[in-house]
């Protein structure tokens, strides 16, 4: 229901930045609480920043605290992740991820809708 299509992945080095995209429906997005996971081949999807309905919440892993911003713009009905100073590690398939109750997603199980993926490559 949220449509989720995320974008802005790319090959960059390490100390660049980089801002990805998610954009949901116009209905339904802005009331869905949002999180950004990663994942890397063999290994679980980890959570990384989420936004809750009206981005009164935020969260991020420790991983990037200090580094990621996550934001949401209603008008777009968009979630951002700005990605500052990165490094190798990094590097994974990024995925939007929506939550129907609109709290923070912390949690593959409070997962109820994913986008398709964008890459990100950090080279050090």
């Known amino acids: 229901q949220a449509q989720l299509v995320e974008s802005g992945g790319d090959s960059v080095r390490s100390g660049e930045s980089l801002r990805l995209s998610c954009v949901g429906s116009?209905?339904?997005?802005?009331?869905?609480?949002v999180g950004w996971f990663r994942q890397v081949l063999g290994k679980e999807r980890e959570f990384v920043a989420t936004?809750?309905?009206?981005?009164?919440?935020?969260g991020y892993d420790d991983a990037v605290k200090g580094r990621f911003t996550i934001s949401r713009d209603n008008i777009k009905s968009a979630v951002y992740l700005q990605m500052n100073n990165l490094k190798p590690e990094d590097t994974a398939t990024y995925y939007c991820a929506a939550s129907k109750w609109g709290t923070t997603v912390t949690n593959l199980y409070d997962v109820d809708e994913w986008g398709q993926g964008t890459q990100v490559a950090v080279s050090a």
């Open positions: 936004i809750s309905r009206g981005a009164r919440s935020t």
């Open positions: 116009k209905r339904f997005f802005n009331d869905y609480g």
